[in-house]
């Protein structure tokens, strides 16, 4: 008896170790799998804000349809973007500077949040529609060939993190 006994020492130890290994393990997947759905959160938020500002410049331009022309040249730059020349909340506008008020306010809401915006033509069609990009993190709102770029052509790039938006 005595020899079987002294077999057995420190079996319960090592059974205590590959138990807490094992929970490690498991403890290691739960935090693998709680920092994705924080980074899926993170996106969608992204994205609902992104939407949310898409459909703001988009009932914008609704609102002041004569003014595309102007809406489409404020975005096409930053430094268009970023100022305006008259208060339009305090003041009569014009078509264009009712434009300019407009990209300035969403442009500026947008850059609080770290996105960026542009209005492009639709790639793919011929019937004059206009797309507004929203775009956040590494990519900027534009249409090219980089990896940088929401879309290439009719093709929207994966690795990219925007919104795009068609509007008439």
Same mark, same amino acid.
């Given at each position: 008896?005595k020899?079987i ?8 130890l090592i ?6 290994l ?13 920092y994705?759905?924080?980074? !899926? ?6 994205r609902? +804000?992104?939407?949310n500002? &898409?459909? @703001? $410049? ?5 609102a002041?349809?004569d003014?595309?022309?102007a809406?489409?040249?404020q ?8 100022a ?6 305090t003041?009569?506008?014009?078509? !264009? ?7 300035? +306010?969403?442009?500026?809401? &947008?850059? @609080? $949040? ?6 492009l033509?639709c790639?793919?069609?011929?019937d ?7 775009a956040?993190g590494d ?14 052509g009719?093709s929207?790039?994966?690795?990219s ?6 509007t008439?």
């Amino acid at each position: 008896m005595k020899i079987i006994m002294s077999s057995q020492k420190g079996v319960g130890l090592i059974e205590i170790l590959v138990a807490l290994l094992v929970l490690a393990i498991g403890i290691l997947g739960f935090v693998a799998l709680q920092y994705r759905a924080v980074e !899926a959160t993170s996106e969608a938020i992204n994205r609902v +804000q992104a939407i949310n500002i &898409a459909r @703001d $410049l988009a009932e914008r331009i609704r609102a002041n349809r004569d003014g595309l022309a102007a809406y489409k040249a404020q975005t096409a730059t930053a430094a268009n973007q970023v100022a305006y020349n008259t208060n339009c909340m305090t003041n009569a506008c014009s078509t !264009a500077d009712l434009a300019d008020f407009d990209v300035s +306010q969403v442009t500026g809401k &947008a850059a @609080d $949040l770290g996105m960026t915006v542009n209005i492009l033509s639709c790639a793919g069609n011929n019937d004059g529609r206009n797309c507004l990009y929203v775009a956040w993190g590494d990519t900027s709102a534009t249409d090219g060939t980089g990896s940088g770029d929401c879309t290439n052509g009719t093709s929207y790039n994966p690795s990219s993190t925007c919104v795009i938006m068609e509007t008439y």
